[in-house]
C-alpha cells in the first residue's frame, strides 16, 4: 500500500490545551505520527513524502477569509507582542447566536473565536505549515488513486475532521478527508463517498458537503448528546438541497459493544454501496479504541484488522486519511492492523 508522511507533522507540536477546564499536555502531539510510521516501518512498509501541492483545492474546500487567517495567525499574533512566541493563544469568545459572524473583528483574539468552534485547538507557529503539509498529503492520495493505486494511506497530522468551511476545532484546521474527496472529483470521479469512523463524528466535513449530492458522507460515532463535537451528528440529518439522502449518521451510545459498531459498519457499507463511488475516503480515526483516553468505545487491536478487511470487500480504491486515536503507543498497531486486514482481504 502507498503511505504518505510529512516531516512538517512535527512542526505542530502545542504544549498544553484546555480539557474539562484543566490545562493538561495535548493528547494530539507529534507523537501520534511517530508511533505510527514506526508501526508502518516494522510491518515492511515503505513512506513516502507527498508530492502534490493542495493550494489550488484548499479554496475549494474552505472559504478564503479563513485560509487566509490560518496562513497568517502566528504572525498577527506575533504582532501583537514579540513576547507571544513562547504564548499559545486561545480563543475566549465566540459568534453565537444574535451576534455577527460576518464582519471580521481587529482585534486577534476575537478574531480566533470568529473561526473557531471550541478551545480545542492550540497554535503554535508551525501549525499552518504542519496542516498543509497533511492536505498536501491527502492531494497525493486522490492523485495516486486517480493513475490506479487501489490503497493509499495518509500517515498524517494534525487531524481535520471537524475543520469546517470557515472554521477549526478538535484539533483540527484543514479538512484533509475533505481535501481528498475534492481532488478526486476534480481528478475526473463522478461521484465519492466520505466514510468516517472516527468516535467523534466529522462535523466539518459533513458541512462541507451537507448540500452536494456529488459526495456522500456516512459516519459511525459517539451519540452527540453526551459525546463531542454534541451540537452535530444526529440521526436525522440526512442533507439538504442536491445533497437531500447523501448524508448518513450512525451514532452509538458510549461504551457500545464491539458487535453494535461492526453492524453499523455493515449499515454504512451498504449505503456506500449504494451511492455507487469512483472512490472512497476513509476518515480514519482509531479512537475507538477501548483504552482510548478521551473515548469510550471497545474496540480491542485485532478489530481493526477485522475493519480493514470489511472496508476491503467494498472493492473501492480508497484512501486513508489518519483522524483521532489518542492512545499513542497503541495506535501505530492498530493503524498497521486496518492496513494488513485491508490487504488480507484482497487476497
Request: with cysteine.
Amino acid at each position: 500500500m502507498l503511505i504518505f508522511t510529512t516531516a512538517e507533522q512535527a512542526d505542530h507540536d502545542p504544549a498544553h490545551e484546555i480539557f474539562r477546564g484543566q490545562r493538561v499536555p495535548c493528547f494530539e502531539n507529534p507523537s501520534r505520527a511517530a508511533f505510527v510510521e514506526q508501526a508502518l516501518r516494522a510491518a515492511g512498509h515503505t513512506l513516502r513524502r507527498p508530492d502534490t501541492d493542495s493550494a489550488d483545492l484548499l479554496s475549494q474546500v474552505h472559504s478564503p477569509r479563513y485560509l487566509q487567517f490560518l496562513r497568517t495567525a502566528w504572525d498577527q499574533w506575533l504582532a501583537l507582542d514579540a513576547a507571544n512566541a513562547g504564548v499559545q493563544p486561545f480563543p475566549s469568545v465566540w459568534p453565537v447566536r444574535t451576534l455577527r459572524s460576518d464582519v471580521e473583528p481587529a482585534n486577534f483574539i476575537a478574531r480566533l473565536g470568529l473561526y473557531s468552534m471550541d478551545n480545542g485547538s492550540p497554535m503554535v507557529a508551525g501549525t499552518w505549515v504542519a496542516a498543509k503539509a497533511a492536505a498536501d498529503a491527502a492531494a497525493s492520495a486522490a492523485r495516486a488513486l486517480g493513475q490506479g493505486e487501489r490503497a493509499v494511506f495518509c500517515a498524517t497530522r494534525p487531524p481535520g475532521h471537524h475543520a469546517g468551511p470557515d472554521f477549526m476545532g478538535g484539533y483540527c484546521f484543514i479538512n484533509h478527508a475533505a481535501v481528498c474527496a475534492q481532488a478526486l472529483r476534480a481528478g475526473g470521479a463522478q461521484r465519492v463517498a466520505v466514510l468516517d469512523v472516527d468516535y467523534h463524528h466529522g462535523n466539518g466535513t459533513q458541512a462541507i458537503f451537507y448540500e452536494r449530492a456529488d459526495v456522500l458522507f456516512v459516519s459511525i460515532h459517539g451519540d452527540p448528546r453526551t459525546e463531542y463535537p454534541f451540537y452535530l451528528g444526529h440521526a436525522d440529518e440526512t442533507g439538504a438541497g442536491a445533497g437531500q439522502g447523501c448524508n448518513l449518521n450512525l451514532p452509538l451510545a458510549a461504551g457500545a459493544s464491539v458487535a453494535t459498531w461492526f453492524d453499523a459498519l455493515d449499515t454504512a457499507c451498504a449505503r456506500v454501496a449504494a451511492h455507487r463511488p469512483d472512490a472512497l475516503v476513509v476518515s480514519l480515526g482509531l479512537d475507538t479504541f477501548a483504552g482510548d483516553p478521551i473515548s469510550r468505545f471497545q474496540l480491542q487491536t485485532g478489530d481493526f484488522r477485522r475493519l480493514g478487511r470489511r472496508l476491503q470487500q467494498l472493492g473501492l480504491p480508497t484512501a486513508f486519511i489518519l483522524e483521532g486515536g489518542y492512545a499513542a503507543a497503541e495506535l501505530g498497531q492498530n493503524a498497521a492492523q486496518v492496513l494488513q486486514g485491508f490487504e488480507e482481504g484482497g487476497r
